[in-house]
């Protein structure tokens, strides 16, 4: 019998009214490749696309679409196979049958697999063929198209095996379509789920937690290596990027596992135990803990966020006792198919309870000091910040230019891609910086506003985003609370010791033939377009701001600007089809801006020829109103026109595009200018050692709740001098 076990005839014997399976899986994968490629084509061919671009695209659908469509095929595919083949160890009467047969149990899954093999492979070859066929036709075949169609064969195959023994262990451990149903939801979603569990309790307990796009660390080991479907997942997309050795190496070894557990679980299954909700007693356990704990946790995460803030804390130990309890016995019923059984086992649920309160604790009190940790110095390989985060602080996009003369672009917020430390490490004096914003987030405390400015008793507090790439290759994200001399000095450390300049300089290197046109920002907080009929003028413009740029040192940087320029290009971008494939170029619209400081005499000069005021003095003012809030949130709105007050305060006032982000300001109170020459109404900040008196007298009184006397039967008198006075 072993001979024949693979033969033809006894495959055929043995998959008699089963073939509608591979026929199915033909028309699935029918659609996916033939069709899927004749769509793309009419469609590149309908946007007259040049023959080289349509290569180019070609290329990108054999790496990255055919892969894609091809996987949700497969994954179709196994779990269709390994359902047929091995449903039958849910029926005792079919169970008693098959393995009375004098076939070795070993035979038997190895031949069940074959033959789910062969239903899965032989159409997926015969429409990939042609796929082939179709794009050979249309003049689209060369060696390396062949060789990415058997490495996408290869793929798919160890994707394949992947899912299927995964679906074949799911059965083999369950005993009825139910727990088998839970088992295989079990293991293609509880990685996920307790990933994104573990996310939201980080976020909650952590104040310098960052939910970064893609989850990192342990949060995206659960989410990309933990589930069959996402580590196929992302197997793919490391393939499409052409970084998939590594990864292909884990699910070649994933899938191993999960064949010999699969096989052992199915030799050694006892048939007397076919149709009891759990083959394995040990198994029943295990699953039980690692089920309860995180359910556990996650009612109370629940009971947690309800109420808000007040007795929060109780209402989340409350639910997780209540999660506990509930999920503890739901699964002892499902285990014992008994509702008496609720309550069965209390060792096994207090010893769940116990486990679920070390996990409360350890984030409740940062057991593991999430918030306090700073990786060492000489493991930092970068440091990326999200500058875009803190305002105004001069750093324009990023942009770098290429061999073939075209550009790739990269705006401030993609920090990602700004690492702006030094190849060799950080700086001392940039990881002192560091270790002082870390220092300090315990002692702000945590709080659930996420925006990116908040007042305290420190003043502004911005939230920065940061990403520590470390040699290893690990990546550890986190989120800052950081106070305008602590951005300071950051911003100082990275431009002494770090890349910061050089970035900031990057547009420096587009050609002059690509610039359309130069706005500026101004003290009177209005944007006007400069020398619009004279280009010439324009370029004259940016060749001094570069060579007052290139000279100028950091203390100058750091400075009060006193204009904002934004020059806006038309580039000829890279067209990236996917990660690591350019297709080609296209003419993209591209703006920076940057900040110049009084000592870019240069440029400074041929500013002055538009006549737009540079400083506040240059500035006619016409009314300062300002909102003062009580403790209590109520607010009350003074509007100052007597032109000693707007004297005074005009040495106080900066429009809000001219405040660094490291500026000292008032951070309790809102201005709005309105100038007599000036359209409409500017936000402005008012800076904190040149606030005046009155300002400051007014703020108390606000602070201490006295709006009201801010209105009623001062306002009148307060009219005569010049103020008018509303009250909210």
Same mark, same amino acid.
């Given at each position: 019998?072993?001979?024949?076990?693979?033969s033809?005839?006894?495959?055929k014997?043995?998959?008699k009214?089963?073939?509608w399976?591979?026929?199915?899986?033909?028309?699935?994968?029918?659609m996916?490749?033939?069709?899927?490629?004749?769509?793309?084509?009419?469609?590149?061919?309908g946007?007259?696309?040049?023959?080289?671009?349509?290569?180019?695209?070609?290329?990108?659908?054999w790496?990255?679409?055919?892969?894609?469509?091809g996987?949700?095929v497969?994954?179709?595919a196994?779990?269709?196979?390994?359902?047929n083949?091995?449903?039958?160890?849910?029926?005792?009467?079919?169970?008693d049958?098959y393995?009375?047969?004098?076939?070795?149990?070993?035979?038997?899954f190895?031949?069940?697999?074959?033959?789910?093999?062969?239903?899965?492979?032989?159409?997926?070859?015969a429409?990939?063929?042609?796929?082939?066929?179709?794009?050979?036709?249309?003049?689209?075949?060369?060696?390396?198209?062949?060789?990415?169609?058997?490495?996408?064969?290869?793929?798919?195959?160890?994707?394949?095996?992947?899912?299927y023994?995964?679906?074949?262990?799911?059965?083999?451990?369950?005993?009825?379509?139910?727990?088998?149903?839970?088992?295989?939801?079990?293991?293609?979603l509880?990685?996920p789920?307790?990933?994104?569990?573990?996310?939201?309790?980080r976020?909650?307990?952590?104040?310098?937690?960052?939910?970064?796009?893609?989850?990192?660390g342990?949060?995206?080991?659960?989410?990309?290596?933990?589930?069959?479907?996402?580590?196929?997942?992302?197997?793919?997309e490391?393939?499409?990027?052409?970084?998939?050795?590594?990864?292909?190496?884990?699910?070649?070894?994933?899938?191993?596992?999960?064949?010999?557990?699969?096989?052992?679980?199915?030799?050694?299954?006892?048939?007397?135990? /076919?149709?009891?909700?759990?083959?394995?007693?040990?198994v029943?356990?295990?699953?039980?803990?690692?089920?309860?704990?995180p359910?556990?946790?996650?009612?109370?995460?629940i009971?947690y966020?309800?109420p808000?803030?007040?007795?929060?804390?109780?209402?989340?130990?409350f639910?997780?006792?209540?999660?506990?309890v509930?999920?503890?016995?739901?699964?002892?019923?499902?285990?014992?198919?008994?509702?008496?059984?609720?309550f069965?086992?209390?060792?096994q649920?207090?010893?769940?309870?116990?486990?679920?309160?070390?996990?409360?604790?350890?984030y409740?009190?940062?057991?593991?000091?999430?918030?306090?940790?700073?990786?060492?110095?000489?493991?930092?390989?970068?440091?990326?910040?999200?500058?875009?985060?803190?305002?105004?602080?001069?750093l324009?996009?990023?942009?770098?230019?290429?061999?073939?003369?075209?550009?790739l672009?990269?705006?401030?917020?993609?920090?990602?891609?700004m690492?702006?430390n030094?190849?060799?490490?950080?700086?001392?004096?940039?990881?002192?910086?560091?270790?002082?914003?870390?220092?300090?987030?315990?002692?702000?405390?945590?709080?659930?506003?996420?925006?990116?400015?908040?007042?305290?008793?420190?003043?502004y507090?911005?939230?920065?985003?940061?990403?520590?790439k470390?040699?290893?290759?690990?990546?550890?994200?986190?989120?800052?609370?950081?106070?305008?001399?602590?951005?300071y000095?950051?911003?100082?450390?990275?431009?002494?010791?770090?890349?910061?300049?050089?970035?900031?300089?990057?547009?420096?290197?587009?050609?002059?033939?690509?610039?359309?046109?130069?706005?500026?920002?101004?003290?009177?907080?209005?944007?006007?377009?400069?020398?619009?009929?004279?280009?010439?003028k324009?370029?004259?413009?940016?060749e001094?701001?570069?060579?007052?740029?290139?000279?100028a040192?950091?203390?100058?940087?750091?400075?009060?600007?006193?204009?904002?320029? /934004?020059?806006?290009?038309?580039?000829?971008?890279?067209?990236?089809?996917?990660k690591?494939?350019?297709?080609?170029?296209t003419?993209?619209?591209?703006? /920076?801006?940057?900040?110049?400081?009084?000592?870019?005499?240069?440029?400074?000069?041929?500013?002055?020829?538009?006549?737009?005021?540079?400083?506040m003095?240059?500035?006619?003012?016409k009314?300062?109103?300002?909102?003062?809030?009580?403790?209590?949130?109520?607010?009350?709105?003074?509007?100052?026109e007597s032109r000693?007050?707007?004297?005074?305060?005009k040495?106080?006032?900066?429009?809000?595009?001219?405040?660094?982000a490291?500026?000292?300001?008032?951070s309790?109170?809102?201005?709005?200018?309105?100038?007599?020459?000036?359209w409409g109404?500017?936000y402005?900040?008012?800076?904190?050692?040149?606030t005046?008196?009155?300002?400051?007298?007014?703020?108390?009184?606000?602070?201490a709740?006295?709006?009201?006397?801010?209105?009623g039967?001062?306002?009148?008198?307060?009219?005569?001098?010049?103020e008018?006075i509303?009250?909210?």
């Amino acid at each position: 019998m072993k001979s024949k076990i693979f033969s033809s005839d006894y495959v055929k014997t043995t998959s008699k009214g089963q073939m509608w399976i591979p026929s199915f899986l033909a028309l699935g994968f029918f659609m996916a490749f033939p069709v899927a490629e004749l769509l793309m084509l009419g469609s590149w061919t309908g946007a007259e696309y040049t023959a080289a671009r349509v290569d180019v695209l070609y290329e990108a659908l054999w790496r990255k679409g055919f892969v894609e469509t091809g996987f949700i095929v497969i994954c179709a595919a196994a779990l269709l196979n390994g359902v047929n083949n091995f449903w039958y160890l849910y029926s005792a009467r079919k169970v008693d049958f098959y393995h009375c047969l004098p076939v070795k149990r070993t035979h038997m899954f190895w031949h069940r697999t074959y033959v789910g093999i062969l239903n899965y492979l032989l159409p997926y070859l015969a429409t990939e063929f042609i796929a082939i066929c179709i794009g050979a036709m249309r003049g689209h075949f060369n060696l390396k198209l062949m060789g990415m169609a058997v490495q996408m064969m290869i793929l798919h195959f160890v994707l394949y095996l992947l899912v299927y023994f995964a679906v074949v262990l799911a059965i083999c451990l369950t005993g009825n379509i139910l727990m088998g149903v839970l088992a295989l939801l079990a293991f293609f979603l509880y990685g996920p789920v307790l990933g994104l569990l573990v996310s939201l309790y980080r976020e909650l307990f952590f104040c310098t937690s960052y939910m970064a796009v893609k989850g990192w660390g342990l949060v995206g080991f659960l989410i990309d290596y933990c589930s069959p479907f996402f580590l196929g997942k992302t197997l793919l997309e490391k393939y499409a990027q052409g970084t998939y050795g590594k990864t292909f190496v884990i699910v070649i070894a994933v899938t191993a596992v999960l064949g010999a557990l699969a096989f052992a679980a199915y030799v050694r299954r006892p048939s007397e135990k /076919t149709c009891k909700p759990v083959i394995y007693h040990w198994v029943g356990v295990l699953v039980k803990f690692l089920i309860v704990v995180p359910c556990g946790l996650g009612v109370g995460l629940i009971f947690y966020v309800l109420p808000g803030d007040r007795g929060r804390t109780g209402w989340w130990i409350f639910g997780m006792a209540l999660g506990t309890v509930l999920f503890h016995g739901i699964i002892e019923v499902l285990y014992q198919l008994d509702f008496r059984k609720f309550f069965s086992k209390k060792l096994q649920l207090a010893l769940a309870g116990i486990l679920v309160a070390a996990c409360a604790v350890c984030y409740h009190q940062d057991i593991f000091r999430f918030d306090g940790t700073l990786p060492e110095k000489e493991k930092i390989q970068t440091l990326n910040l999200n500058f875009w985060q803190l305002g105004n602080t001069g750093l324009n996009n990023y942009i770098e230019k290429t061999e073939h003369g075209t550009y790739l672009t990269s705006l401030e917020w993609d920090y990602e891609k700004m690492a702006l430390n030094q190849a060799e490490g950080l700086g001392d004096r940039t990881y002192q910086a560091l270790e002082s914003i870390v220092a300090h987030q315990k002692k702000r405390g945590f709080t659930e506003d996420r925006s990116t400015q908040s007042d305290s008793d420190e003043g502004y507090l911005y939230r920065i985003p940061v990403k520590y790439k470390l040699t290893s290759g690990r990546e550890i994200y986190r989120q800052y609370r950081i106070t305008e001399e602590e951005i300071y000095e950051l911003t100082y450390a990275l431009y002494s010791e770090g890349s910061l300049k050089e970035k900031q300089e990057s547009f420096l290197m587009i050609d002059d033939q690509y610039l359309k046109s130069v706005s500026g920002y101004f003290y009177d907080g209005n944007d006007y377009t400069l020398f619009q009929d004279d280009m010439k003028k324009n370029k004259e413009l940016l060749e001094a701001l570069r060579q007052d740029m290139q000279e100028a040192d950091v203390q100058e940087l750091m400075g009060m600007p006193c204009a904002n320029l /934004t020059f806006s290009y038309r580039i000829p971008e890279e067209v990236e089809i996917f990660k690591g494939i350019q297709g080609g170029q296209t003419l993209n619209n591209w703006q /920076t801006e940057v900040s110049v400081y009084p000592s870019f005499e240069r440029t400074v000069a041929i500013l002055k020829e538009t006549g737009y005021p540079m400083s506040m003095e240059e500035v006619d003012l016409k009314s300062v109103e300002i909102t003062y809030y009580s403790s209590t949130g109520e607010s009350a709105i003074v509007s100052y026109e007597s032109r000693e007050e707007l004297d005074d305060l005009k040495k106080a006032i900066v429009p809000y595009r001219m405040c660094s982000a490291w500026i000292k300001k008032q951070s309790d109170i809102d201005l709005m200018l309105q100038v007599e020459d000036g359209w409409g109404e500017t936000y402005a900040y008012l800076l904190k050692e040149k606030t005046p008196d009155f300002v400051t007298e007014t703020m108390k009184e606000a602070e201490a709740g006295n709006l009201s006397g801010l209105s009623g039967e001062q306002e009148a008198e307060d009219s005569v001098n010049g103020e008018n006075i509303w009250v909210e």
